[in-house]
């Protein structure tokens, strides 16, 4: 049970989102958007959010995309993880999504709200750090597309406040590359990620691009690792230097133990994606 009352709101335009949130705002409130709802219904059960209102981005078109369109594959952010696995657009993004939660919260969860609820794994992002990806925001910055690196910064994406994300784009020849994700859990099979590694072949390159969640407090591209593993092996890399930042030391496991299994990972992915990486 949710124990604050709130309104409900379901604008099917990005500009009426916006201002509808702005004037909340204005007037004091505590707007939310609403994606798939796990993370906002969850808190507000235990009292992590209070929203006043929320607003239902779903209704939104924008954010409803699926299309390939001047060479670009494009992922509206409304969309749920398992409408994605449906149509299948990008086998490396399928394989990501297919192991976060269950089928049952899958229909529930949006790949918007995976990139930027508070939850710190956010995997659905791998598969767009390993390659020029772009996103497509609306807020007091106007209707921009601009490259996903300028705003997913340090493990999370900077959204200015009541900012949408409206769509994901990549260059729809990347989504035909091979590529491989490998996914480690402590205990089960459906469990928050010890380490996710997501690599995709970099032509003329002997080593994939990586792409890592779970090791530290946010996903990261591992362009430092990927410059190590051209000189030594996964047991060889002097890894802490390699990292954003220590490897996380919580209830799932250790920093060493982290540490140890992104190093195995790295085998896995490597002897999986073949001696032209
Ligand atoms: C059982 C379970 C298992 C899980 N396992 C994993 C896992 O293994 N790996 C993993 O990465 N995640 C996992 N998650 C986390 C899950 O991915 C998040 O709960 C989910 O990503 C939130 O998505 P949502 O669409 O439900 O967002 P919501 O709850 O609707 O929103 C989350 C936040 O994002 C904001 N938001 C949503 N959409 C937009 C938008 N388009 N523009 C701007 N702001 C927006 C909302 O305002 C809110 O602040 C799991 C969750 C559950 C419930």
Redesign the pocket.
């Given at each position: 049970m949710i124990a604050v009352d709130f309104a409900y709101r379901r604008p099917d335009t990005l500009a009426g989102a916006y201002e509808l949130f702005s004037d909340l705002a204005r007037r004091g409130e505590n707007p939310?958007?609403?994606?798939?709802?796990?993370?906002?219904?969850?808190?507000a059960r235990t009292g992590l959010?209070t929203p006043s209102s929320?607003i239902d981005?779903k209704a939104i078109s924008d954010?409803r995309a699926l299309a390939v369109h001047d060479g670009r594959l494009i992922l509206g952010?409304?969309l749920?993880?398992r409408e994605i696995l449906a149509k299948d657009p990008w086998p490396l993004l399928s394989h990501i999504l297919s192991?976060?939660?269950?089928h049952s919260?899958r229909t529930?969860?949006?790949?918007?709200?995976?990139?930027?609820?508070?939850?710190p794994?956010?995997?659905?992002v791998l598969p767009f750090l390993l390659t020029e990806s772009a996103v497509r925001l609306y807020g007091s910055g106007g209707d921009r597309w601009v490259p996903l690196a300028h705003v997913f910064t340090d493990g999370s994406l900077r959204?200015a406040v009541g900012?949408?994300?409206?769509a994901l784009s990549v260059p729809e020849a990347v989504t035909r590359l091979g590529g491989v994700a490998c996914?480690k859990?402590r205990f089960d099979w459906?469990?928050?990620?010890l380490v996710?590694v997501a690599a995709r072949r970099q032509p003329g390159r002997r080593i994939p691009a990586l792409a890592v969640?779970g090791l530290t407090s946010g996903p990261f591209r591992a362009l430092r690792v990927e410059d190590a593993l051209l000189h030594a092996g996964p047991a060889e890399i002097p890894l802490r230097e390699l990292l954003p930042e220590a490897p996380l030391d919580d209830r799932h496991g250790s920093s060493a133990y982290r540490e140890f299994v992104f190093r195995n990972t790295l085998e896995d992915v490597l002897e999986q994606l073949g001696p032209n990486g």
């Open positions: 939310f958007y609403l994606g798939g709802g796990t993370e906002i219904v969850t808190g959010f929320v981005v954010l952010a409304g749920s993880l192991r976060i939660a269950d919260v529930q969860i949006t790949l918007g709200g995976n990139l930027v609820g508070s939850i794994y956010r995997e659905a959204l900012e949408l994300l409206v996914k859990t459906v469990d928050y990620p996710t969640s």
